[in-house]
T-cell receptor, first 114, second 111 residues
Framework: EPEVTQTPSHQVTQMGQEVILRCVPI?????FYWYRQILGQKVEFLVS????????KSEIFDDQFSVERPDGSNFTLKIRSTKLEDSAMYFC????????????FGPGTRLLVL | DAKTTQPTSMDCAEGRAANLPCNHS???????VYWYRQIHSQGPQYIIH???NNETNEMASLIITEDRKSSTLILPHATLRDTAVYYC????????????FGTGTRLKVLA
């Protein structure tokens, strides 16, 4: 069964460093999403992406964040200068279409900013 | 804010049916109800979704009331591995159909 994959599973970085989180969505999916979950808190929407453009972004997704689909398979989330409060689980999700299709989530990347 | 409300926690005996309720009183006529679960800090796992009719798959059944203001997820024979946080989600549209997660129901299956 096709699944969303994410790398790395864990990432430790120093405050102020750049990190890139990688996702490989399900191959015939066209819509891509990033969510995050700070330890003990709710899963929060960050951004959605379709047709090489951001469709929507939340207040969390400020100028320090960017997303890219550099090739036909990868979908990346970059945090330009990490802060302590960026420590969280980051989940990638994908869906075939937007309106009625189920989003399938990856296993997540645990980011720890020291 | 999430468009759904769920009990914070529930217990269920192993082998018994787990019935998880969800209220979504402001749901619109064309909005689906989705159920996911999250085991520890793993990625949310899709369980089932529905619009009006009751649905069943290999994991669970979904019962939606006729007025669509509430639903119940049924795990027919709960096992210890079903211990997780269960989320009932009605998607919000504001440019894209993102998921707004609430706090979910923490289901503990007891041996």
């Amino acid at each position: 069964e096709p699944e969303v994959t994410q790398t790395p599973s864990h990432q430790v970085t120093q405050m102020g460093q750049e990190v890139i989180l990688r996702c490989v969505p399900i191959s015939n999916h066209l819509y891509f999403y990033w969510y995050r979950q700070i330890l003990g808190q709710k899963v929060e929407f960050l951004v959605s992406f379709y047709n090489n453009e951001i469709s929507e972004k939340s207040e969390i997704f400020d100028d320090q964040f960017s997303v890219e689909r550099p090739d036909g398979s990868n979908f990346t989330l970059k945090i330009r200068s990490t802060k302590l409060e960026d420590s969280a689980m980051y989940f990638c999700a994908s869906s075939k279409t937007d309106r009625e299709e189920t989003q399938y989530f990856g296993p997540g990347t645990r980011l720890l900013v020291l | 804010d999430a468009k759904t409300t769920q009990p914070t926690s529930m217990d269920c005996a192993e082998g018994r049916a787990a019935n998880l309720p969800c209220n979504h009183s402001t749901i619109s006529g064309n909005e689906y109800v989705y159920w996911y679960r999250q085991i520890h800090s793993q990625g949310p796992q899709y369980i089932i979704h529905g619009l009006k009719n009751n649905e069943t798959n290999e994991m669970a059944s979904l019962i939606i009331t006729e007025d669509r203001k509430s639903s119940t997820l049924i795990l027919p024979h709960a096992t210890l591995r079903d211990t997780a946080v269960y989320y009932c989600i009605v998607r919000a549209f504001s440019g894209t159909y993102k998921y707004i997660f609430g706090t979910g129901t923490r289901l503990k299956v007891l041996a």
